[in-house]
């Protein structure tokens, strides 16, 4: 007996699917992680328990590959789901700067010398090759925000859909484009690249955090009923849920900035790691929970704004 074709709408069955993959993302990199902390070498392999400072230290372990890919596949992701609300036009801003978190390296704080950059007690670094690849990958950012900026501004203005929300994202992108670009290559302000985001310091930490924090108003957002026409209304549980997951997450981000700032009283505590995986934890719960609200949704938000 052939089986009966489901009746949901192509449409609704890529914004289900999109939505699901951010769930999968997060699984994929925590799974990453978690094996490069009990892997102590893969070749040949041997188990242990080497735990990292952070997720964002997976860029120095065979873990790289997972953790930049994934950061990439969410931006796209969190682009291909642009849509018509306030809450869609802060994902595109985070979309924005996803990319930026697997470009940039985090810092490493040792007392001996990587490659030529020398590392003091407390004070953070990277390997010298990490930084030719940071200002590659930077490069290529800016050039491509430039291409997407164009291109979205050319079909608005072909097809006649002004969407005020696609300029101020595209204004955000060439920005910060534009900022980090200067950061890394103008000889004023490069000199202690990618370490001189004046007064924060590391260009990592900056981008991180605007990323969780911006998307930290999107679940509140949610949590007061339907933000696009013909929306699912979330049930009570699931505005409950939605508001839980902005405050711990802002609370997840006061720890984040408290172990940075703290590093010393922690010690050896891998406070930051915990905090980065909560913090992508409540990600995914996020977008596991709008999945279900938003699952028969007659018409999901498109990158194209309605006709007026």
């Given at each position: 007996m052939a089986a009966v074709d489901s009746p949901a709408t192509t449409p609704q069955k890529t914004h289900?699917?999109?939505?699901?993959?951010?769930?999968?993302?997060?699984?994929?990199?925590?799974?990453?992680?978690?094996?490069?902390?009990?892997?102590?070498?893969?070749?040949?392999?041997?188990?242990?328990?080497?735990?990292?400072?952070?997720?964002?230290?997976?860029?120095?372990?065979?873990?790289?590959?997972?953790?930049?890919?994934?950061?990439?596949?969410?931006?796209?992701?969190?682009?291909?789901?642009?849509?018509?609300?306030?809450a869609?036009?802060?994902?595109?801003?985070?979309?924005?700067f996803a990319p930026l978190i697997a470009i940039v390296p985090t810092g490493l704080a040792d007392t001996r010398a990587v490659g030529h950059i020398p590392c003091p007690v407390a004070t953070d670094c990277i390997p010298a090759g990490y930084v030719g690849s940071a200002k590659a990958g930077i490069a290529v950012y800016a050039v491509v925000v430039v291409a997407v900026v164009i291109t979205t501004a050319v079909i608005r203005r072909r097809t006649r859909t002004p969407n005020r929300a696609?300029?101020?994202?595209?204004?955000?992108?060439?920005?910060?484009?534009?900022?980090?670009?200067?950061?890394?290559?103008?000889?004023?302000?490069?000199?202690?690249f990618p370490f001189n985001f004046w007064p924060v310091n590391s260009i990592h930490f900056v981008v991180t955090l605007i990323f969780f924090g911006v998307f930290a108003a999107v679940p509140i957002l949610y949590s007061r009923g339907p933000l696009?026409?013909?929306?699912?209304?979330?049930?009570?549980?699931?505005r409950s849920i939605y508001r839980w997951i902005t405050g711990l997450l802002i609370a997840d981000l006061v720890l984040l900035v408290a172990a940075?700032?703290?590093?010393?009283?922690?010690?050896?505590?891998?406070?930051?790691?915990?905090?980065?995986?909560?913090?992508?934890?409540?990600?995914?719960?996020?977008?596991?929970?709008?999945?279900?609200?938003?699952?028969?949704?007659?018409?999901?938000?498109?990158?194209?704004?309605?006709?007026?």
């Open positions: 289900r699917h999109l939505r699901l993959s951010l769930v999968l993302i997060v699984f994929a990199l925590l799974v990453g992680v978690a094996l490069q902390s009990v892997v102590v070498m893969w070749e040949p392999l041997m188990f242990g328990w080497n735990p990292l400072h952070s997720i964002s230290h997976a860029i120095y372990t065979p873990a790289r590959d997972v953790f930049v890919g994934a950061l990439l596949a969410v931006s796209v992701v969190l682009l291909a789901l642009s849509g018509r609300s306030r869609t036009t802060l994902l595109d801003v985070c979309a924005v696609a300029v101020l994202v595209s204004a955000i992108a060439l920005v910060t484009a534009a900022v980090v670009t200067a950061l890394a290559f103008a000889p004023a302000l490069n000199e202690h696009d026409p013909g929306e699912t209304p979330p049930s009570p549980r699931q940075v700032v703290f590093r010393q009283v922690f010690g050896e505590t891998p406070v930051v790691l915990i905090g980065e995986a909560v913090a992508l934890v409540l990600f995914a719960a996020f977008w596991w929970v709008q999945t279900f609200q938003r699952w028969n949704d007659p018409d999901p938000p498109s990158i194209a704004a309605p006709r007026s």
